[in-house]
């Protein structure tokens, strides 16, 4: 294993907190792997960038020569992390988490090496405690700690509903700790309460406390909020690798360094070296994001698929080209309406451009919609259907083409 000081380098790359980060140097100085514990709750089927920050955190760990465990929450999603939430999530069947953890562990291991790393579910002892012992363990903490924590205190100096289950939910995550003996646990830096429950139910319990580490909330490519699915600005991991490099090259440049640290594969000292062309002037934002983008396909689609997503990105954006393989279309779902006209906002939907009319319309008003390659004027729903024909493409922005056949 590396020193304790070239591994602390790695390890604190991209990281948020560590507490306490002299324990940590103990542990790394005993010169044997330390076992590194990420839970995630499978609350939706598909994860984007933002949910592999951790992960690649934990992979530069096994790189390191640690081990990971990976906990599926299939007994705390069926609570629900109340975690940077203003009210109580909607509960989740048990149907449901199991779909999703299968499709979840699939996708992480695109990123972890699966020689170097234990999966388990807490459902596995989660589900199987009974009153004795889970009067046992909410023994060791107290309800006004509880409230102390920044989501909950809001919500009850605002009047708004809190759930009682809802306070069990840190109590449980700090028992998988105990359960699976972790050394460091990691997360999001809205997780820090839960770690710290972590550590502190292990030293109640006699244990060695575990380490908390968190990583930063990924900004989504709007470059304003955190990235979210609900929020429109992610990038997932299961995106096709033409979508995935053309919405990297649309983050804002000063998010490049960044996006570096926390989704690529590069090297740290690499890393450094960017941030230093941007504080010295000398990065070109361009050729970086293009570097990103090609780096993040190889990583989630295999060798060689950045390079093809940079040629299909260079021919349709800078040759003025449209893509060789849009999704084909029959000419026959051109449907007039009433007035002989065609809706153009439902033709849209129809064509897997957007997924409403209203979003229809408003691609339409903000001129990005064009038909071979005219654009349509802003409030021109109903067109012409001598407009189409078999060969006619349909165009919204950069990235979303459909041809008729």
Not at 65 to 88: C, E, F, K, Q, Y
Not at 176 to 186: I, Q
Not at 224 to 244: A, H, I
Request: charged residues 25%; hydrophobic residues 40%.
């Amino acid at each position: 294993m590396l020193p304790v000081e070239e591994q602390l380098k790695v390890i604190t790359s991209g990281t948020m907190q560590i507490v306490p980060m002299d324990e940590l140097k103990k542990k790394l100085e005993r010169g044997v792997p330390l076992n590194i514990k990420l839970g995630v709750d499978p609350t939706s089927p598909d994860l984007h960038l933002g949910h592999a920050v951790p992960l690649r955190k934990m992979r530069q760990f096994q790189d390191l020569g640690h081990h990971v465990t990976l906990i599926i929450g299939n007994g705390t999603a069926l609570i629900g992390d109340p975690s940077g939430r203003d009210s109580t999530r909607p509960p989740l069947t048990e149907e449901q988490v199991e779909k999703n953890a299968q499709t979840y562990v699939s996708q992480a291991m695109k990123v972890l090496d699966p020689e170097k790393t234990s999966i388990v579910h807490n459902g596995d002892w989660l589900k199987p405690l009974n009153l004795a012992k889970m009067l046992e363990l909410m023994s060791k903490f107290n309800v006004a700690r509880i409230l102390e924590r920044e989501d909950f205190h809001n919500r009850y100096a605002n009047g708004q509903s809190i759930a009682l289950h809802e306070f069990i939910y840190p109590v449980l995550q700090a028992y998988d700790s105990v359960v699976v003996k972790a050394d460091l646990e990691m997360g999001g830096n809205d997780q820090i309460f839960n770690l710290l429950a972590g550590r502190d139910l292990m030293r109640a319990m006699g244990m060695e406390p575990q380490v908390a580490l968190t990583v930063p909330l990924l900004v989504g490519t709007d470059g304003v909020k955190k990235m979210s699915k609900s929020y429109g600005n992610y990038v997932g991991l299961t995106d096709e690798p033409n979508d995935m490099y053309g919405k990297l090259m649309s983050i804002p440049d000063e998010l490049v360094p960044a996006y570096f640290r926390l989704c690529s594969t590069l090297p740290v000292a690499e890393i450094d070296k960017i941030d230093e062309q941007f504080k010295d002037g000398t990065a070109d934002p361009y050729a970086l994001k293009r570097q990103l983008a090609r780096n993040i396909c190889d990583l989630y689609h295999g060798e060689g698929a950045g390079d093809a997503a940079q040629a299909s990105f260079d021919a349709q954006f800078k040759k003025n080209e449209a893509p060789e393989n849009m999704p084909e279309f029959p000419l026959s779902v051109v449907q007039t309406n009433d007035e002989g006209k065609v809706y153009l906002a439902k033709l849209l939907v129809d064509l897997g451009i957007c997924k409403s009319a209203g979003e229809g319309r408003r691609l339409i008003d903000g001129g990005g919609v064009k038909i071979d390659g005219k654009p349509v004027e802003p409030k021109c729903y109903n067109v012409d259907p001598a407009l189409f024909s078999a060969g006619t493409t349909v165009q919204s922005g950069k990235r979303h083409w459909a041809k008729l056949v």
